[in-house]
């Protein structure tokens, strides 16, 4: 686990916690899912399979016994490409680093599993997002054409590629299985 300060989740300087995302998490990552994603928030069964998933890495951000944070990684063994499956933060706990926290864990997970390149998609009216993702080094290959429905939002493709060694499989990571 890590702690970090931040102001206003829940009181002014509560340490936000970093951890590992387990079953007992699901309810709620399930509501702060359907509280950022209105219109195609996955369901409880994906959300589920995402966290108990062999092929998977998922975090949370707590301060005190709120979740105000998760992102999840999909970085298969004996892979070389991960994707960053979904990242939500709570509308009142953004701007504080939160995001950035979980996304620097999303590529430390990769380093780990010796993964060579990170993907991800974002939504082409997030420019908030897009811009922490080209500051952790990820740059654009493309666009996805009306791909977040029923809105029919083009998603940009994104992609980082990791430098260095690849590090043994889930050597020195808190959340490798």
């Known amino acids: 686990m890590s702690a970090a300060p931040v102001a206003g989740a829940q009181e002014v300087g509560a340490p936000v916690v970093y951890t590992p995302a387990t079953p007992a998490h699901l309810d709620a990552i399930m509501a702060l ?8 928030a996955w369901s409880r ?8 998933s062999i092929h998977n890495e998922y975090s949370v951000a707590m301060v005190g016994a709120r979740l105000v944070g998760y992102a999840g990684l999909r970085a298969p063994e004996r892979g070389r490409e991960a994707d960053v499956q979904t990242i939500a933060v709570a509308e009142d706990a953004r701007g504080r680093g939160i995001g950035r926290a979980l996304m620097e864990r999303m590529l430390a997970q990769a380093r780990a599993r010796g993964m060579r390149e990170v993907f991800l998609e974002v939504r082409a009216d997030n420019p908030v997002a897009q811009g922490l993702y080209r500051s952790l080094g990820f740059t654009q290959l493309g666009v996805r054409a009306g791909y977040y429905q029923p809105e029919g939002i083009d998603a940009i493709v994104m992609r980082a590629v990791l430098g260095g060694e690849p590090a043994a499989m889930g050597a020195g990571t808190e ?3």
């Open 33 to 40: 899912e359907t509280a950022s994603f209105v219109q195609d």
């Open 45 to 52: 069964e994906m959300m589920h399979d995402e966290l108990t």
């Open 175 to 177: 959340g490798a299985r």
